[in-house]
């Protein structure tokens, strides 16, 4: 698929097929993520696939949402802001945004592959903390969804116009 279409076909996925997605498939996706831009390619991430049913069903407590519930599998992606670039100028860390690229590819790796994925940044990190102990400095950021959709429905995705975003020379 063309990046173009690829962007186009991308969305938010919610209904996914019980049937768990094969590991080799799985680090497909999580290599893309792994090959994604970081500043300073200082990399501070880590993915952990959780597909286990049991730890899955704990994992899933750590954001109770209907949909959330029915998921075959879950990448949680985690950062270390040790290690992460800080701009010197303010200190700006920029983990969280090396882990949204990281996402971002990993969702088109999946999209490419025929898979669906789901973003998910609201759920307690406490949960995710003691159900999965970590080295120290790393959290979780953010889970990605990962599984075979039930349906792709052409998305609807609700964009800005290119001139409410868009500036030259000035704001």
Known sequence: MHFKELMKTRCSIREYHENKVNHTLLEQVINAGRLAPSAANRQPWKFVVIDNDELLDKIKTAYPRDWFYKIPSVIIIYGNHDISWKRSFDNK???????????????????????????????????????????????????LTIGYPIEIAAPIKKRKELSEVLSYNGW
């Open 93 to 143: 860390d920029h983990c969280d945004i090396d882990a949204a690229i990281a996402i971002d590819h990993m969702s088109l790796m999946a999209t490419e592959l025929g898979l669906g994925t789901c973003w998910v940044c609201h759920f307690d990190p406490a949960v995710i903390n003691k159900i999965i102990p970590t080295e120290e400095h790393w959290q979780p950021v953010a889970m």
